[in-house]
């Protein structure tokens, strides 16, 4: 078989890690799980986060031929690396979490961080013990109704724009869905740079360390402090990812396909909402049953 | 064992209709099961929901000497109410979702209604039917931010009050959060009226189809046109349990606990945010496995 990355996430937000990798590794085979069934994994504990995580990645190395792994799932990331890593022995894993400390690190000059994610990504602090381990002080904040206001589609078509020019469009255009997340995004951070200053932080970076808020980047990064720089633990990953496995992924004999989609359930939904995360068309996404 | 409505949700959203139930039956003892392990169930297959649900009957009918059941989850209500009372044989079993109907014809003179509710419960479209039953035009519409802003206690100080005093209160000090839910809300019934009028309805009532949305009712109430009743299924399922419970539920004994709370999981956060839905502190919650 032709050699593959294997991409895994609870949901289909993953696919914002996918998209990140797609454009660094353009040459390799892609495999990408969305443990839909099972979802959500944040209000799991950990030995059953474990059990679906070492199922997921098994299948992707042992039915799709995975030789690498990325876990695009903050919260498989922070509780079953290891689980993982047992599971598909030999087979080298990356989660999101270390890239995002790695890459706050590089852009911090004060060493303190804020990080947003989900409430059980930030429940288990492992952006924290992350950046600790690299010397920064982080703050994190959970930011729960950013998810939804993703998958809802209140973004804006703009959101897959990049830099100034969506800076520019969505000063001129902003329907009111938009203005929504803008306005809770502001509360947000409003909320989060207070408790910063609070503590003595002087933080002049932000990780967005959540998959869905990749697509939020445009109004988050309007919403920043001037000076502030916002780290995207997805782009971190694919970043990693290439000095790991660029060198290795093999080329994809013309012809074949460079991607194929999985999920546990909901389909419909995935080939529906997918195609934002992934700034393309997802194509057919194929049902499998992993028990459990 | 003294006589015991036994109430069931998915969450702990339920906990308005147990509020309501408490509001018009104050002299019966409840019970109430929130299998919070196991949700969201809105996206499970009928058979995983009725099977799940029926667990949590038996539960609360074999372990709690519950002799009436109120099922205070849409989905549930929806899609398994055979599966329970088939499971609790004998045991009367009153959904959310008939009732909902039932005062939404009573209280519509037009006989057009609109209907805000969680995702899987319009794709269920289980209040269309119900209302189509009773002779009246129903549309239905999804509201998938309303459920995280109500988690996210983004509904003010207020939701707890009613009426006019409310409406007031929310004019005259409208934090920000609470306004990105009034927004939030405006955005969502201005799609409604307008699908509603495009489908030549002339609607003069709106249905609350979800146990969540009864801390929004202040927001909603002051969002809907001039001469729009709000019918609430929580309210609505409490009338109806009190004609056909209220007469044999029998006194609590002095000094013996009237409610008892029971959750599959989670019970931390349950005690922080149900008390919010109760309107009361819904004290000590108690863990219960019912394997699965």
Redesign the interface.
């Given at each position: 078989m032709t050699p593959t990355i294997g991409v895994f996430d609870s949901g289909f937000g993953g696919l914002t890690v996918l998209r990140a990798l797609m454009k660094r590794i353009p040459q390799a085979r892609f495999a990408f799980l969305g443990d839909?069934a099972r979802?959500p994994y944040g209000?799991k504990s950990r030995r059953t986060i474990s059990r679906y995580a070492a199922e997921s990645a098994q299948f992707l190395v042992r039915e799709q031929g995975a030789q690498f792994l990325v876990i695009a799932c903050n919260t498989a990331s922070a509780l079953a690396l290891d689980a993982i890593e047992e599971a598909v022995a030999g087979i080298p894993v990356l989660g999101v979490i270390e890239p995002g400390a790695s890459a706050a690190r590089a852009a911090s000059k004060t060493g303190d961080v804020l990080v947003i994610a989900t409430d059980a990504t930030v429940q288990s602090h492992a952006y924290a013990a992350a950046c600790a381990r690299l010397g920064l002080r982080a703050l994190e904040k959970a930011c729960?109704?950013l998810v939804?206001?993703v998958?809802?589609g209140?973004v804006g078509p703009l959101a897959a724009a990049e830099g100034d020019e969506a800076h520019a469009a969505l000063a001129a255009f902003a329907p009111?869905?938009v203005?929504?997340t803008a306005?809770?995004i502001r509360?947000y951070l409003a909320e989060l740079i207070s408790d910063a200053a609070q503590q003595g932080l002087n933080p002049d970076v932000l990780v967005l360390g959540c998959t869905h808020y990749p697509l939020l980047r445009p109004l988050i990064e309007a919403a920043v402090p001037k000076g502030m720089r916002v780290i995207d633990s997805a782009e971190a990953a694919a970043e990693v990812a290439l000095v790991r496995f660029g060198a290795a992924a093999a080329a994809v004999p013309q012809g074949e396909t460079a991607l194929r989609c999985f999920a546990t359930?909901?389909v419909e939904k995935f080939e529906r909402l997918g195609s934002r995360f992934l700034g393309q068309a997802v194509g057919q996404v194929e049902l499998v049953d992993l028990g459990g």
């Open positions: 839909t979802l209000s729960p109704l939804p206001l998958e809802e209140w009111p869905q203005a929504v306005e809770v509360i359930d909901s």
